[in-house]
């Protein structure tokens, strides 16, 4: 029986401290679901999780600062008919947005030419890696979009046709 009154004080405990705000991730989420609230008694601003002016609940970090940049794409040339995985080394795909990768496909886009990536996986901040869309062979510029953000790497992947040998005939050398 003691044990269990432990963990349930501990719970109790724990819960008090989210509900009065007490940790960093509690009050960064009082602050996006009772912005109303906070503004109206006058204590806005004052521990820096205000609503801005924007509308933005305060839930995110600040986006504003946050630049979107990709660099490199690792390959940079891949079959026309598409499906391989490239690695999009740049920044600003996490932050400024939320604090982890989990889930930020969502709000993420990549195109490749006019061919939009369906399967996305944003690793961290500095890298994301994609299946690249069938395209015509020849350079392509390649777009991130996500809330940070627009920004196109000018010609930054090369699709070529698969070659295929059906014979080969040494007389004929």
């Not at 719970?11 to 009065?20: N, R, S, W, Y």
Request: hydrophobic share 35%; with cysteine; net charge negative.
């Amino acid at each position: 029986m003691k044990p269990m009154y432990s963990w349930t004080g501990m719970a109790l405990l724990a819960l008090g401290l989210v509900l009065t705000g007490c940790s960093e991730t509690s009050s960064r989420t009082d602050a996006g679901q009772n912005a109303d609230a906070t503004q109206a008694d006058g204590d806005a601003g004052v521990d820096g999780d205000a609503t801005p002016a924007d509308g933005d609940a305060g839930d995110t970090p600040d986006e504003t600062t946050v630049a979107l940049k990709v660099e490199q794409i690792i390959p940079s040339r891949g079959p026309a008919s598409g499906g391989i995985w490239v690695n999009i080394k740049g920044s600003g795909f996490v932050e400024g947005i939320q604090h982890s990768p989990s889930g930020i496909e969502v709000v993420t886009e990549v195109v490749f030419g006019d061919n939009p990536s369906i399967d996305i996986e944003v690793i961290r901040d500095d890298l994301i890696s994609v299946a690249t869309p069938a395209g015509i062979a020849g350079p392509v510029d390649v777009t991130v979009e996500n809330p940070n953000g627009r920004v196109t790497l000018d010609d930054g992947f090369s699709y070529y046709e698969n070659v295929t040998a059906l014979r080969v005939n040494p007389l004929d050398f």
